[in-house]
C-alpha cells in the first residue's frame, strides 16, 4: 500500500511549520508529506527558530 493511499483516509492539519536547518532533511521531510497528501503551499519550513516565529507572528 503506497504512502497516498494511506493519506486518503487521513484528515490532514495544515498548515505545518517545521523548523530544520539541514537541506537534505528538509528535502525528505517535504518530500515524505507530499506523498502523505500535503500540498506544497500548507507545508511551511524555517531553518531557525527566530524564523519560525517571524512566520508565526503574522
Do not use: C, T, W
Not at 31 to 51: M, P, R
Request: charged share 15%; hydrophobic share 60%; glycine share 4%.
Amino acid at each position: 500500500m503506497s504512502l497516498g493511499a494511506i493519506a486518503v483516509n487521513l484528515i490532514l492539519p495544515a498548515p505545518v511549520l517545521i523548523v530544520e536547518d539541514d537541506m537534505q532533511v528538509r528535502l525528505r521531510l517535504e518530500n515524505l508529506l507530499l506523498q502523505f497528501g500535503y500540498k506544497i503551499d500548507a507545508l511551511i519550513f524555517a531553518a531557525s527558530l527566530s524564523e519560525a516565529r517571524a512566520h508565526l507572528s503574522f
